[in-house]
Nanobody, 125 residues
Framework: QVRLLESGGGSVQAGGSLRLSCRYSGTMPSYCMGWFRQAPGQSREQAEG??????????NYADSVKGRFTISRDNSKNTLDLQMDNLKPEDSAMYYCAADWCWPDMVLKPTYTNWGQGTRVTVSS
C-alpha cells in the first residue's frame, strides 16, 4: 500500500521561500513521483503538475515554476522534497505529493492513483 505524507506548507510573503517534504512508503522504483497543486474550487482533474520525476529519473517542471522550484528525492530517507523560491501569490494552493507508474508524456498530468492529504501554501503580496 502506497502512503504519502506531506509537510512544510505555510504562509509566506511574496519573494519568500518554502520547502515541502513528502515522506513515502510502498512505492515502486519505477514510479513517477511528483508535486501537484490545486487552487480553491478546482477538482483533482484540474490540478496542475508542478514538478515530478519520471520513471527515467528525470525532473520535469511546469513552465510557471521553472527557475524557481526544485524537486529532489532522497531514496535513503524515502522523501520527496520541493524547494520553492521567489514565491508569488499565484503559487498559493493546496500542494499534493503523488506517485504512480506513468507514461513519459503524462508525468505532469494529474492521473496518478496515489495522493497524499496535501499541505497548504499561502503567499501574500
Amino acid at each position: 500500500q502506497v502512503r504519502l505524507l506531506e509537510s512544510g506548507g505555510g504562509s509566506v510573503q511574496a519573494g519568500g521561500s518554502l520547502r515541502l517534504s513528502c515522506r513515502y512508503s510502498g512505492t515502486m522504483p519505477s514510479y513517477c513521483m511528483g508535486w501537484f497543486r490545486q487552487a480553491p474550487g478546482q477538482s483533482r482533474e484540474q490540478a496542475e503538475g508542478v514538478a515530478a520525476f519520471g520513471n527515467d529519473g528525470r525532473a520535469n517542471y511546469a513552465d510557471s515554476v521553472k527557475g524557481r522550484f526544485t524537486i529532489s528525492r532522497d531514496n535513503s530517507k524515502n522523501t520527496l522534497d520541493l524547494q520553492m523560491d521567489n514565491l508569488k501569490p499565484e503559487d498559493s494552493a493546496m500542494y499534493y505529493c503523488a506517485a504512480d507508474w506513468c507514461w513519459p508524456d503524462m508525468v505532469l498530468k494529474p492521473t496518478y492513483t496515489n495522493w497524499g492529504q496535501g499541505t497548504r501554501v499561502t503567499v501574500s503580496s
